[in-house]
């Protein structure tokens, strides 16, 4: 191949003539990221260590582990990482739950026009504004929301369910926002699956179920841990969800880091939440990672 | 065509649950702002254009969609060049820090939006240049959380790119740069364009980490509706809610055409 390219090029370093330096392509990105990724990032780290000063921003450079003692002796706190990463396990579960069938539906439909016709619904269910499509679930599951007004209008309840501010509320509203990056991390691993391997064990005898069971979907476990993940760190990031469908009431991470800066104005406590915060993110994705390499034998 | 393993039943009825569960909140928003009355109601009262006359009249809510707009055209064009330039990097290097920089780039996704937002506002007090609650700040972040969707996109347009078009072009006489924009780009716009659409999308839509950073005279669309929702369910932020649901359709069905939406899904 390089050895074409000389003949034709005839230059002295030919293959330099032909593909030229790549490297300045990067250097804008790189700048960009390390002024206003990483450098924030450190800065927010290394606020978390300093003695906290209420209404003061400005690094004081005075050494302590004061912030996050704070939090791991307060039960206000650590009940709160513990809430963050309860929640986030059960929308995790249930958007696998609910989310596994309809990628599956969308993989393996022999109709090509409703698989993209699904496939352009779940998407644009993604980029909607969060905001706009929690509006339609405060709209409906309000004390006077659709769902409480229809149930007492045919008589089915008397007092309206309390299915809004509150966890029950937080956990259906993260699993709105979040199904569809698990649905779109499923079907690109269904689809991967070869279909003659399951209709060859149903042609040779096995049940539906028992297809699915061992063909399906170990083999669409890379799919599975790339959602679960999305998921789980989408879900314990989130603070408008928290805030709305729990209407403060239920206290994640988010919020606290929120309350901290906004109503109390202490920098420094705030970005240790935060830190803690994003430690639990990285923590799942180490632990991806490492199942990841466990069970599914590098096919990712 | 007789399907050997068709798909269950229980797949298809859970399927319908979930798409109830995608698409009801989104129909909710649409009746709400065409609603006639001042509440929804189930059965609807009617249907009038009051809270779409309401919108464009709004002090509130159609300057911040404008914001939005903005916000969002700056951010695609900013991050389409620096993402297209990584793209190219990504895929031709053979250098070892490439990995690296993959690993850099993705990172603000998996960065809750919040922590990435409280990260920069301490980090624009610090250095003092005037970037805290600014426009530029809160562009400067939509950027960074954009990147890595249009790297994605665009590098997986450049993988199937046949590499020895543009060498020849080169070995014809042609500069790398009208190498690139008379042969390479025209082969990749498709997957360029769908990076900038889902880029323009995502900073439209972002909510989290314009928290920390929106000031309140330049409100985006999203921290306009958060605050309205605090208070009550202002049929207002509906209406212009139908306009930001029809934008988001729109281009993704556009993207849809540009790109085969199933070769994005496909694992490489």
């Not at chain 1, 691993?189 to 391997?197: G, Q």
Request: aromatic share 10%; charged share 10%.
């Amino acid at each position: 191949m390089a050895d074409t390219a000389i003949s034709i090029g005839g230059g002295r370093r030919p293959r330099r003539v032909l593909r030229p330096a790549l490297w300045w392509l990067v250097v804008p990105a790189v700048l960009f990221l390390l002024l206003f990724f990483l450098i924030p990032v450190a800065s927010l780290f290394a606020i978390s260590f300093d003695k906290t000063a209420s209404g003061v921003i400005t690094f004081q450079g005075d050494f302590t582990l004061d912030n996050f003692q704070r939090i791991f002796s307060r039960a206000l706190y650590f009940e709160a990482i513990g809430r963050s990463v309860g929640i986030g396990a059960v929308v995790t579960v249930i958007c696998l739950i609910i989310g596994y069938p309809l990628a599956f539906v969308i993989a393996r439909t022999l109709r090509p026009g409703a698989a993209t016709l699904l496939t352009i619904l779940v998407l644009s269910a993604l980029q909607l504004d969060m905001v706009i499509r929690l509006y339609g679930m405060m709209v409906l599951m309000g004390d006077n929301g659709i769902i409480n007004t229809v149930l007492m209008g045919v008589g089915a309840i008397d007092r309206p369910l309390p299915l809004m501010y509150n966890i029950f509320g937080v956990i259906v509203g993260l699993v709105q926002v979040t199904l569809p990056f698990m649905i779109l991390s499923l079907i690109g691993a269904i689809k991967s699956i070869n279909p003659s391997l399951e209709e060859a064990a149903r042609s040779l005898g096995s049940t539906r179920w028992h297809v699915m069971r061992t063909i399906t979907w170990p083999l669409s476990l890379p799919g599975v841990y790339a959602g679960t993940l999305l998921v789980f760190a989408l879900a314990i990031s989130s603070y408008v969800v928290p805030a709305l469908m729990g209407g403060w009431k239920v206290i994640t991470l988010p919020i606290h880091i929120y309350q901290q800066i906004a109503e109390v104005g202490r920098w420094q406590f705030g970005a240790a939440i935060a830190s803690i915060l994003f430690v639990t993110a990285m923590m799942a994705m180490a632990l991806y990672i490492l199942a990841l390499r466990r069970n599914a034998g590098g096919r990712v | 065509m007789h399907d050997v393993n068709p798909i269950p039943m229980t797949f298809k009825l859970v399927s319908a649950v979930a798409l109830v569960i995608l698409l009801v909140p989104v129909l909710v928003v649409v009746m709400a702002g065409l609603n006639s009355g001042d509440f929804l109601t189930f059965p609807p009262e009617g249907v009038s254009l009051r809270w779409v006359i309401s919108f464009f009249r709004s002090k509130i809510f159609l300057p911040a969609f404008g914001v939005s707009f903005g916000l969002a055209l700056l951010t695609t064009l900013i991050s389409t060049v620096l993402g297209t330039m990584t793209a190219i990097f990504l895929t031709r290097s053979k250098s070892r820090v490439k990995e690296l920089l993959r690993g850099i780039i993705v990172l603000p996704v998996v960065l809750p939006g919040v922590v990435l937002g409280l990260a920069l506002y301490i980090f624009y007090v610090w250095t003092g240049v005037g970037l805290a609650r600014s426009f530029w700040g809160l562009l400067i972040g939509h950027v960074l959380v954009t990147l890595p969707f249009i790297v994605a996109t665009i590098t997986a347009s450049l993988v199937d790119f046949d590499l020895s078009v543009e060498e020849a072009a080169r070995s014809l006489g042609a500069t790398p740069w009208q190498a690139f924009r008379k042969v390479t780009l025209p082969i990749i716009a498709p997957g360029v364009s769908a990076g900038t659409i889902f880029a323009f999308i995502i900073s439209f839509g972002q909510f989290e980490l314009t928290l920390f950073l929106s000031t309140p005279d330049i409100q985006t669309l999203p921290i306009a509706i958060y605050t309205s929702l605090r208070y009550a369910f202002e049929p207002t932020a509906a209406a212009a809610g139908i306009f930001a649901i029809a934008l988001v359709i729109t281009s993704t069905l556009v993207a849809s055409r540009l790109v085969n939406i199933k070769n994005l899904l496909n694992r490489r």
